[in-house]
């Protein structure tokens, strides 16, 4: 049906622009005379096909309008939504409480959108006057109405109301701290409304001399750099935070956060919804920590985190740090994404608002029936994800990730709900890598750090990246490794110092700047233990000929691997190594240019072997249960390593039975 592809279009159109629509909100819908398609709760308007519709019968609609219904609120809102199930003809999906005002606009296409623009407006002091100034004293305007059948009551008299008075049906319905309602035959028409709203808008606030910031506000959105005092705070906050399963914290700073973070008059200007869906996502209230120091700023949160849970009987999602920036607190990282782009969207509003006479919070009685009204709490409960796995919400960096072995690990642990953090100096196949990972993720996300693990800075400014992006690191994998196989007579100097200093040197300076993080997070969580795993070899148990460059760097990992677990233990860090057996598979072994096989094979290391193959069949024979170690195997081995907790400083063989501890 062209109509519904129609619909499908203009959805998809606002909904991938942050303009429009964040966090998947917003409706949509198209009617005919016997039905209406309107937009499912929890659908996202960016990605919305026909399954994102309810269908809904129109004339079982139509009597919900003359329909008494208790007087009781959540006795109505019950009695409301079974009305709306009853009329809904595509069981399983729960259409938008804002069904019935689509019914009610006499458009064949409506499209209800929360433009920050147009709630720069609408959630100001002078919404009403500055409205009818640039729209022209016709122009419909809705003050703040509870949502659900209250509000679809008042809009639909106030049309009924404007009907008799114009004699025609109003295109653009205007509502306080909510949005606005745009209504057409066509989607092109509802296209050029809305470009003619935001042209009008844009003018008035570039016209503006109230804000003292630079504009647009695509510029003040551009990242800045974030504070390195970052990981000496974040991880405390989210351990303090974890007590009932890991959260996950991200940070977000540019101009316009900075304007609100670092001035106490500015946050008050922030310090309460504007808007219904800020509810549903950030809850109603937040922490602001202005203190300069450190240690004062995770002594407040100590006192501010539990007063303000047993307050307001859920944990802080909003935190603002002076001098950091905005700070999400999440159930997982995609909801840590949601609650950035709608609280930033909220600084927006207040700053967008002094144009039109300042900012206009909701009251706390209307921030009261949001904050407890079952609709929103379902939408919550959708918008909330979930990633259930052995590694389920825990923040792990794998050293050397961009492809190979480490690649497979940092995969699998993906796959059971952990952030990964791809650390590695090959920027294009890791970039790649991490576009890939993302699209087998749930709520769970992976990222990219170019990263030199022989070089300290580069370390400071992976853990940085990761505590900025995930708030902790419960696991570091060090993974990365370099080979150069040779003799005594063949291997140069050069070449050993270099093997030495990516397989020895770098899990020094890995586990030196990691720790001091960890350190952080034990520290404010009791039960908790940390990770530090290496990816050893067999090669680390026993000498292997013409190889002893390598071979001595893994013995040496194993030492350092007991005793960094001898010095970390007191602070709950466990670390132990891991020595897997060969993967065949993998570019270290089969990369037909500088492959261990070829190497090996030129190198004289397997006697007799002509043949690459004559190498493959040599090592296969050296192992009992004839099978090479894959990074599903080590995969295992890591989740083992980082679920007990009665164990550290070992080393423990993934070899097939090849290398067995005595």
């Known amino acids: 049906m062209k109509e519904l592809d129609d619909l499908i279009t203009i959805s998809q159109f606002y909904g991938r622009d942050s303009r429009f629509v964040i966090a998947g909100g917003g409706n949509t819908s198209y009617k005919n005379e016997e039905k209406i398609w309107v937009k499912a709760s929890g659908s996202s308007l960016a990605t919305i096909t026909e399954d994102g519709f309810a269908v809904l019968d129109r004339s079982k609609l139509n009597l919900m309008s003359d329909k008494i219904y208790s007087s009781n609120a959540a006795e109505r809102e019950e009695e409301v939504k079974n009305d709306l199930a009853a009329a809904t003809l595509s069981k399983g999906k729960r259409p938008s409480v804002e069904t019935s005002m689509h019914n009610v606009i006499d458009f064949a296409f409506v499209v209800h959108l929360h433009p920050t623009t147009v709630n720069g407006l609408m959630c100001a002091v002078n919404a009403e006057s500055d409205l009818k100034k640039l729209f022209g004293a016709k122009a419909l305007y809705i003050e703040y109405t509870d949502p659900g059948?209250?509000?679809?009551?008042?809009?639909?008299?106030?049309?009924?109301?404007?009907?008799?008075?114009?004699?025609?049906?109003?295109?653009?319905?205007?509502?306080?701290?909510?949005?606005?309602?745009?209504?057409?035959?066509?989607?092109?028409?509802?296209?050029?409304?809305?470009?003619?709203?935001?042209?009008?808008?844009?003018?008035?606030?570039?016209?503006?001399?109230?804000?003292?910031?630079?504009?647009?506000?695509?510029?003040?959105?551009?990242?800045?750099?974030?504070?390195?005092?970052?990981?000496?705070?974040?991880?405390?906050?989210?351990?303090?935070?974890?007590?009932?399963?890991?959260?996950?914290?991200?940070?977000?700073?540019?101009?316009?956060?900075?304007?609100?973070?670092?001035?106490?008059?500015?946050?008050?200007?922030?310090?309460?919804?504007?808007?219904?869906?800020?509810?549903?996502?950030?809850?109603?209230?937040?922490?602001?920590?202005?203190?300069?120091?450190?240690?004062?700023?995770?002594?407040?949160?100590?006192?501010?985190?539990?007063?303000?849970?047993?307050?307001?009987?859920?944990?802080?999602?909003?935190?603002?740090?002076?001098?950091?920036?905005?700070?999400?607190?999440?159930?997982?990282?995609?909801?840590?994404?949601?609650?950035?782009?709608?609280?930033?969207?909220?600084?927006?509003?207040?700053?967008?608002?002094?144009?039109?006479?300042?900012?206009?919070?909701?009251?706390?009685?209307?921030?009261?029936?949001?904050?407890?009204?079952?609709?929103?709490?379902?939408?919550?409960?959708?918008?909330?994800?979930?990633?259930?796995?052995?590694?389920?919400?825990?923040?792990?960096?794998?050293?050397?990730?961009?492809?190979?072995?480490?690649?497979?690990?940092?995969?699998?642990?993906?796959?059971?709900?952990?952030?990964i953090v791809v650390a590695d100096m090959n920027e294009t196949v890791g970039v790649a890598t991490v576009e890939h990972f993302n699209t087998l993720t749930k709520s769970n996300r992976a990222i990219f750090v170019k990263t030199n693990v022989s070089e300290i800075p580069s370390i400071e400014n992976l853990v940085h990246e990761t505590i900025c992006n995930f708030g902790a690191i419960d696991a570091f994998i060090s993974n990365a490794g370099v080979l150069r196989a040779g003799g005594l007579d063949d291997m140069t100097p050069e070449n050993f110092d270099f093997v030495t200093k990516i397989n020895y040197n770098a899990y020094f300076y890995c586990t030196k700047v990691v720790s001091k993080v960890m350190k952080l997070q034990t520290k404010f969580a009791p039960q908790y233990y940390a990770d530090i795993i290496q990816i050893n070899s067999k090669s680390g148990l026993r000498g292997s000929k013409a190889n002893f460059a390598y071979a001595g760097g893994k013995f040496g990992g194993v030492g350092l691997t007991q005793s960094f677990a001898l010095e970390l233990a007191p602070f709950r860090i466990k670390v132990n190594s891991i020595c897997p057996g060969n993967f065949y598979e993998g570019p270290l072994w089969s990369d037909p240019d500088n492959g261990l096989f070829v190497q090996y094979l030129n190198a004289g290391k397997v006697p007799g072997a002509k043949t690459i193959d004559d190498v493959k069949a040599f090592y296969l024979a050296q192992v009992p249960l004839q099978k090479g170690c894959s990074p599903e195997d080590v995969t295992k081995g890591a989740l083992y390593l980082m679920e007990q907790c009665g164990e550290t400083g070992q080393a423990l063989p993934i070899t097939g039975g090849q290398v067995m501890l005595s």
């Not at 005092?229 to 974890?242: A, D, F, K, V």
């Not at 940070?251 to 304007?259: D, G, S």
């Not at 918008?383 to 690990?409: D, H, L, P, W, Y």
Request: hydrophobic share 40%; net charge negative; charged share 25%.
């Open 149 to 419: 059948y209250v509000l679809f009551k008042k809009v639909e008299d106030a049309i009924k109301a404007f009907r008799a008075e114009d004699g025609a049906e109003p295109a653009v319905i205007w509502l306080q701290n909510h949005g606005i309602f745009v209504g057409a035959n066509s989607i092109e028409e509802i296209k050029v409304l809305y470009t003619k709203i935001l042209d009008t808008l844009d003018k008035a606030v570039a016209n503006s001399e109230k804000l003292t910031l630079s504009h647009p506000l695509t510029k003040l959105a551009e990242p800045r750099a974030t504070c390195s005092c970052t990981e000496q705070i974040l991880p405390g906050i989210r351990m303090m935070l974890s007590k009932d399963g890991l959260k996950t914290l991200k940070v977000r700073k540019n101009e316009l956060i900075k304007y609100f973070c670092d001035s106490e008059e500015n946050q008050a200007k922030i310090a309460k919804p504007f808007t219904p869906d800020a509810i549903v996502y950030c809850k109603s209230n937040y922490i602001f920590l202005n203190d300069e120091e450190p240690e004062a700023v995770l002594a407040e949160a100590a006192k501010q985190i539990p007063a303000f849970t047993t307050k307001f009987g859920y944990q802080p999602k909003i935190f603002l740090i002076k001098g950091i920036g905005l700070v999400a607190a999440g159930a997982n990282a995609a909801q840590c994404d949601i609650l950035l782009d709608v609280f930033e969207d909220a600084m927006k509003i207040a700053y967008l608002s002094e144009s039109f006479g300042g900012p206009h919070p909701m009251t706390q009685t209307q921030i009261d029936f949001i904050d407890n009204w079952e609709v929103e709490n379902y939408r919550r409960s959708v918008a909330a994800g979930a990633s259930k796995g052995r590694a389920e919400n825990k923040t792990i960096i794998v050293t050397g990730a961009a492809q190979g072995f480490g690649e497979g690990i940092a995969r699998c642990l993906l796959l059971e709900g952990a952030n």
